[in-house]
């Protein structure tokens, strides 16, 4: 079931502590891009499917990553990417992006996206351990 726009965003501004929607939309778009490049074949199609259709491009047509991010070098990307950010302002907007994405994934499709991502992805997920 894809999630609607509005509420991911709103769910995105709630988790993130925004104070506009555009803010929240620009941490999802640059998180979802540097992501789409960490995730492959059905999966990321599967994730896509759940995403709100802008969103979903956006994870299907990724920044490219030359390998395979560690948590923290994501999360600096992240900064990199987003203008004014620091990478604990990055932290955050990457957890209150992941997290949204973990539901409307469900927990079995975030277990198989985590399987496919260096370990210590779990926490940007909002999860403890992986899943």
């Known amino acids: 079931m894809t999630m609607r726009r509005e509420a991911f ?3 995105v ?3 993130g502590a925004y104070e506009t929607t555009e803010e929240a939309e620009r941490a999802a778009r640059t998180v979802l891009a540097l992501l789409g490049a960490h995730l492959v074949g059905e ?3 599967d994730l896509a499917a759940r995403l709100p259709e802008d969103l979903a491009l956006i994870l299907l047509n990724p ?3 030359r390998e395979p991010l560690s948590p923290e070098r994501f999360v600096r990307a992240t900064a990199a990417w987003i203008e004014g950010a620091t990478e604990q302002t990055a932290a955050w907007d990457v957890g209150a992006v992941l997290s949204v994405a973990a ?4 927990e079995e499709l975030t277990r198989r996206i985590l399987l496919q991502l260096p370990v210590g992805y779990d926490l940007l997920f909002g999860h403890s351990q992986r899943v």
Do not use: F, P, T
């Not at 539901?103 to 469900?106: P, T």
């Open 103 to 106: 539901d409307a994934a469900g």
């Open 63 to 65: 920044l490219q990553a």
């Open 9 to 11: 965003l709103e769910q």
């Open 13 to 15: 501004k709630e988790r």
């Open 43 to 45: 999966i990321r199609a």
